[in-house]
């Protein structure tokens, strides 16, 4: 089968790698992927974001199933328009990824549907959303409407901060027409847990559980991130939590997603917070998360293209879906000063016997052909044992063997899981 993936970081290389497993497979293009995936897929020089050129490569290349990764092509249409051609998809329609392409879509979602959820207003008048927060709770939690990169999420512990945060958003647009509107959240108390899932849109199957590591410094300091880091699976994501969400928030989703006509196929993602009132749904994500794939999908037994394959077909009930029960960790090493400022440009040193571990998410080749860094988040590192501390210790220990000036990582990625473990 000739694969095609679309998306260019360390989730879809995880991916790639997965899917590499199939003894079905014979070639793997990725659009764009990034010059760290080169020995695991063809590299093609299209953009995640360029749907008619994506579409054209897939045709002219007789492409039998398409993976679409990022939320950006997903929200714009990619798996609609694939399928008009016939071509085959693991990913939602537009319809569907609008869950993620809107946060305003979403809350107003959850409320109908009694999805529970923060409370929120929405505001699309910046003098309102302002004259709100001088009466509002703090900690607030002000999230741009639209894709942000992972980022369009900011924490504001004052009213100034929070005024702050609406005025970057709205008035000086740093992530553009998606902060057009805003959404203000009552802020959460508990644990946070991320639960992906398979899903065809009658059955969804949740896959291991993780916790994600989003502030860029130790101790869950400094700016929101991409993710510096994640472990699996999360301590606090129990069996009693776990059947909670299944009856309060997974089953209920995909039921209502139905009910509006838009019929979910993919990777669904729930971002939870275990609170002292149950789990609330802090948001969904239409995709694999990134990066939670990097530990999820090394877990995984079963094959990941016949599940994939079976969710576009409508019949994921008749696909065994299994996963390993020991631990994994995955440590992001960035470059120093992501997610604001950074040098990037540097050689990427990766020790030949631990290149399956490392999934590579912002790398290019040099003139001469070298490896060199290429973005915020440059790579993850991913251990397996058969505790979480072996996983973590495993992990760290390769993080030393891979090197590229101006790397940094944090040095407490599942501190917080270790802690729950010891209660």
């Not at 993936?5 to 014979?26: D, L, T």
């Not at 809350?107 to 302002?130: C, N, Q, R, V």
């Amino acid at each position: 089968m000739k694969i095609m993936v679309v998306g260019g970081g360390g989730r879809e290389h995880a991916i790639i790698k997965s899917i590499k497993k199939n003894p079905k497979v014979s070639e793997i293009f990725a659009l764009p992927g990034n010059a760290g995936m080169a020995n695991d897929a063809t590299l093609v020089q299209i953009g995640a974001k360029d749907i008619p050129a994506i579409v054209d490569f897939a045709v002219k290349n007789s492409i039998e199933f398409a993976v679409v990764a990022p939320d950006d092509p997903l929200v714009l249409g990619a798996v609609n328009a694939l399928e008009e051609k016939g071509i085959r998809c693991f990913g939602p329609t537009k319809e569907a990824a609008i869950i993620e392409g809107s946060k305003v879509f979403s809350k107003e979602f959850m409320k109908k549907h009694g999805i529970p959820t923060a409370s929120y207003e929405i505001f699309d008048s910046m003098e309102k959303a302002l004259a709100y927060l001088e009466s509002a709770p703090m900690p607030a939690v002000i999230k741009a409407d639209g894709l942000a990169l992972g980022k369009g999420v900011i924490i504001a512990e004052t009213v100034e901060a929070a005024k702050d945060a609406v005025r970057s958003m709205m008035r000086d647009r740093i992530f553009g027409d998606s902060g057009s509107r805003v959404v203000i959240e009552e802020f959460l108390t508990g644990y946070e847990v991320s639960v992906l899932s398979f899903t065809d849109g009658k059955t969804i199957v949740p896959m291991v559980s993780s916790m994600d590591h989003k502030r860029a410094r130790d101790n869950d300091e400094g700016p929101n991130t991409g993710g510096m880091g994640t472990v699996a699976p999360n301590p606090y994501y129990t069996p009693e939590v776990a059947k909670e969400c299944m009856e309060k928030i997974f089953l209920p989703t995909i039921k209502a997603m139905n009910k509006e006509g838009r019929t979910f196929k993919g990777c669904l993602y729930f971002g939870l917070m275990i609170t002292p009132a149950g789990p609330k749904v802090i948001e969904y994500n239409c995709r694999f998360g990134d990066p939670e794939t990097q530990v999820v999908l090394p877990l995984l037994e079963s094959d990941l293209l016949d599940i994939m394959i079976a969710v576009s077909e409508g019949r994921l009930s008749e696909i065994p879906v299994k996963f390993s029960e020991k631990s994994a960790c995955c440590v992001i090493m960035a470059s120093d000063g992501y997610p604001v400022k950074y040098e990037s440009g540097f050689k990427i040193d990766i020790p030949q016997d631990i290149k399956d571990d490392v999934f590579v998410a912002g790398a290019k080749f040099s003139e001469d052909r070298t490896l060199i860094s290429a973005g915020g988040r440059v790579l993850g590192v991913t251990s397996i044992a058969d505790s979480l501390g072996e996983a973590i210790k495993s992990a760290y220990g390769k993080v030393e063997r891979v090197s590229f000036a101006n790397a940094y990582y944090r040095k407490d990625i599942g501190t917080k899981a270790m802690k729950a473990l010891d209660k």
